[in-house]
């Protein structure tokens, strides 16, 4: 069966910009996760999403906002890119958010 | 905050068992714990979890104490294209049903030829 598939994955913004990330979750999987990856940081939660809800939040400014649709596809949105949100994002599917996690090979984002 | 104590850093002959230790003390009754690992750039990659019996799948093994306050998964050949950085990980449960990974620094094992 197909992985989760994230798009795009190499994307350059500039300071001020706003971004869009995509990411389709293995079929039937309804839980889909975000984290981010720095150097610095390591692996760090953003938010879950569960039947077009967003259960779970970790600490990112609000400029970090996400959604799902019905067929579980999620997007996540950065607004006013900062230097720091350089990073490779990293989405996540599970059946239920319960269970297993998949990952996707991430998007790696590089504001200039 | 990451709830699992991790060496930085380990070695492993080609063809040998690598043996990763974890720490975490502090995990509750139903948390499980989950190791992933993560191949440079790459999505981390499941690899094995459990609650407190010792478990085995065609990746790896893990073993759980007794006190369930530490682990330890065991590659038991391995190659080349094992090596990466290995996270353990406790199952967080936030708010009922809604879970998260929070992945600490991690174990970068070195595997050589």
């Known amino acids: 069966k197909a992985g989760v598939t994230q798009t795009p994955r190499y994307l350059i913004k500039t300071r001020g910009q706003q971004v869009t990330l995509s990411c389709s979750p293995i079929s039937g999987h309804r839980s889909v996760s975000w984290y981010q990856q720095t150097p610095g940081q390591g692996l760090q939660f953003l938010f879950e999403?569960?039947?077009?809800?967003?259960?779970n939040k970790g600490n990112f400014p609000g400029r970090f906002s996400g959604r799902q649709f019905s067929n579980s596809r999620s997007e996540m949105n950065v607004s006013t890119l900062e230097l720091g949100d350089s990073a490779l994002y990293l989405c996540a599917s599970s059946l239920t958010g319960g269970d297993g996690y998949t990952f996707g090979s991430g998007t790696r984002l590089t504001v200039v | 905050d990451a709830k699992t104590t991790q060496p930085t850093s380990m070695d492993c002959a080609e063809g040998r068992a690598a043996n990763l230790p974890c720490n975490h003390s502090?995990?509750?009754?139903?948390?499980?714990v989950y190791w992933y690992r993560q191949i440079h750039s790459q999505g981390p990659q499941y690899i094995i979890h459990g609650l407190k019996n010792n478990e085995t799948n065609e990746m790896a093994s893990l073993i759980i104490t007794e006190d369930r306050k530490s682990s330890t998964l065991i590659l038991p050949h391995a190659t080349l294209r094992d090596t990466a950085v290995y996270y353990c990980?406790?199952?967080?449960?936030?708010?009922?049903?809604?879970?998260?990974?929070?992945f600490g620094t991690g174990t970068l094992l070195a595997v050589q030829p």
């Open positions: 502090t995990i509750s009754g139903n948390e499980y």
């Open positions: 990980i406790v199952r967080v449960v936030v708010g009922g049903a809604t879970n998260k990974l929070i």
């Open positions: 999403y569960f039947s077009e809800t967003q259960r």
